[in-house]
């Protein structure tokens, strides 16, 4: 069975400063996509970015990037230029094909001013 | 466009009471989840759906039922509610490959 695991539950930054994130995965597939989700206060679960398993280039998203180190099965979140507004719960998640979405049990975020 | 609409947003039940959370969406996906939220617990996926007519188990289903009839739709049931099962529920639906798209979440608390 696959497992994401998040090891930072909680992590607090400056504002500006530049934040990763880490996870890593267990899986036995060799074709999968990988997600971060942001849960700000309102709850609402947003996709940050996805990665292709068979993509080697790391995916960006503006200030968001991921360090995809396939051969190790990590997938960190580097958040560039912290702001205010990037205070919330961050989740990485797992997805074979066909098949359903598992999630990490999560990092809290903390932007400081 | 609507996405995925869930309903409704807060619910209070009492022990043994039963009721059916909402879910729908718009964007002709195959797939549909429903996750529970708890602290420090993550997201944790109750069942999920591949297609219409079809459903399975995820990791804490016991307590809940779904059904899907239509792609649209996917309904989750509380036949009856317990403590344990008070949570943030999602529910959320994607296509191959694609990323989940959630709704609003219910947060249901049962006393």
């Known amino acids: 069975a696959q497992t994401v695991t998040q090891s930072q539950p909680e992590m607090s930054v400056q504002e500006a400063e530049t934040v990763t994130l880490s996870c890593t995965y267990d899986?036995?597939?060799?074709?999968?996509?990988l997600f971060w989700y942001k849960q700000p206060p309102s709850r609402q679960m947003i996709l940050v970015i996805r990665q292709e398993a068979y993509k080697q280039q790391n995916a960006t998203e503006n200030r968001f990037s991921v360090n995809f180190q396939k051969a190790a099965k990590s997938f960190s979140l580097k958040i560039s230029d912290s702001q205010l507004g990037d205070t919330a719960m961050y989740f990485c998640?797992?997805?074979?094909?066909?098949?359903?979405?598992?999630f990490g049990k999560g990092t809290r975020l903390h932007i400081l001013p | 466009n609507a996405g995925v609409t869930q309903t409704p947003k807060f619910q209070v039940l009492k022990t043994g009471q039963s009721m059916t959370l909402q879910c729908a969406q718009d964007m002709n996906h195959e797939y549909m989840s429903w996750y529970r939220q708890d602290p420090g617990m993550g997201l944790r996926l109750i069942h999920y759906?591949?297609?219409?007519?079809?459903?399975d188990q995820g990791e804490v289903p016991n307590g809940y039922n779904v059904s899907r009839s239509t792609t649209e739709d996917f309904p989750l049931r509380l036949l009856s509610a317990a403590p344990s099962q008070t949570s943030v529920y999602f529910c959320a639906s994607s296509r191959t490959g694609g990323s989940a798209f959630f709704g609003q979440g219910t947060r249901l608390t049962v006393v």
């Open positions: 899986t036995s597939e060799n074709n999968y996509y």
């Open positions: 998640a797992f997805m074979k094909n066909d098949d359903k979405i598992i």
């Open positions: 759906s591949v297609g219409a007519g079809i459903t």
